[in-house]
């Protein structure tokens, strides 16, 4: 046999030392593959990616890229967003308009009420038996149910008439924004049982405050307190010309506030010691009260020339008025309207009043009491309800 079929040649052998290294390689990269597949399943990171560059782009790509639907599928998704969003809106919309509406009916609840409805929730009381229109045209009952008449001086049936004293307008005019109430005292150191000394609050003053408050924020008058003193002098009690003083401060007043229809100057009575003027309103200890009118009248001589007053029968009108409201509606508040000889400043306006809140006996609280039913009458009377 020859040498060179014999034997193998030096080129055979380097074609089997390649074949079994790449059988080699090929056995160790497929046992590389497998490992490195297992470890990216159990800790889900890029591992194959990082160590092969194609299949690490595919995935970037496949994070970047939405999934996109069939044309159909996307249609009804489009579909089912836009009836969700109606929906939405819908009842966004219906609730802003309960949410408005709740607003603005806790608005109106907030608003002013109707004068009767405040006075109904201001006060809680049983209206009387309303007192028929033929006995007030009786002079006999009128006169022994609603007046005191001083000694000094005299009436007749004249001047003491349903037709005069219920037929007169005592109504003041619509929408007036200026002061229409003054209220003062000729007497402003009056007090009561529990008066403090020198406390201003516990004087027919501080009785005035509660009024005045009640008027303004209750009823929306608009009202000047004067709380000047008129019955000191030389730092005495002096109440001789307490009248005169005090007619001069009033006088400035009207004359700088002219739309002022309604003068109103607040006392308290002087009784025996023993008495105790009050009632009781839902359920308050409330003190009495009094309306005092001047007729410029005297029982012995007639006339007063020298204590004109031409507005002596609405004077008249004004105090019966809210006295036969009391009546009415507070049984046993007002004792009556008492009738004295001279003029006590009532000639100023026609809608002029003196009112006697209690006494001495009486305590604060009572006579603060009284003004709620006191704002409650001067409102209806004014207003004409």
């Known amino acids: 046999m020859s040498e060179r079929g014999g034997l193998v040649t030096k080129g055979q052998k380097a074609i089997c030392v390649l074949l079994c290294l790449c059988m080699l390689w090929t056995l160790v990269l497929r046992l590389g593959m497998t490992a490195a597949f297992e470890r990216e399943q159990s800790s889900g990171h890029g591992f194959l990616a990082e160590i092969i560059p194609l299949l690490a782009y595919c995935q970037e790509r496949e994070r970047q890229e939405p999934l996109i639907e069939d044309e159909q599928t996307y249609a009804a998704i489009v579909k089912a967003n836009q009836v969700y969003l109606a929906e939405q809106v819908l009842e966004e919309n219906d609730q802003r308009q309960q949410e408005e509406k709740r607003t603005e009916e806790q608005q109106e609840e907030k608003q002013e009420l109707p004068q009767e409805d405040v006075q109904e929730t201001a006060l809680e009381f049983s209206v009387a038996e309303e007192i028929p229109r033929e006995r007030l045209e009786d002079y006999e009952y009128l006169l022994g149910n609603f007046f005191i008449v001083d000694p000094n001086t005299a009436v007749s049936s004249e001047l003491i008439n349903t037709e005069t004293l219920m037929g007169r307008d005592m109504r003041l005019p619509d929408g007036q924004e200026s002061p229409q109430i003054l209220i003062y005292h000729s007497h402003s150191q009056e007090t009561y049982a529990d008066s403090r000394t020198g406390n201003q609050e516990d004087t027919v003053v501080g009785v005035g405050e509660v009024l005045v408050s009640l008027l303004q924020e209750t009823y929306g008058f608009g009202v000047i307190h004067v709380t000047d003193t008129f019955d000191i002098v030389n730092g005495e009690i002096d109440r001789s010309s307490a009248y005169d003083y ?140």
């Open 246 to 385: 005090a007619r001069e401060k009033v006088e400035q007043v009207l004359a700088e506030y002219p739309s002022v229809e309604v003068v109103i100057d607040l006392h308290r009575d002087g009784v025996s010691e023993d008495r105790h003027l009050v009632t009781e309103v839902n359920g308050k200890p409330t003190a009495q009260i009094m309306f005092f009118n001047g007729l410029s009248y005297s029982a012995q001589n007639g006339v007063i020339e020298y204590l004109p007053n031409p507005n002596i029968e609405d004077n008249l009108a004004f105090s019966f008025q809210m006295e036969l409201a009391s009546k009415e509606y507070f049984p046993g508040l007002c004792r009556a309207v008492y009738l004295s000889s001279l003029r006590y400043n009532l000639h100023l306006k026609p809608r002029a009043a003196l009112v006697e809140v209690g006494a001495q006996t009486n305590t604060v609280e009572e006579a603060k009491n009284a003004m709620t039913p006191l704002a409650w009458i001067l409102n209806k009377v004014l207003k004409g309800q």
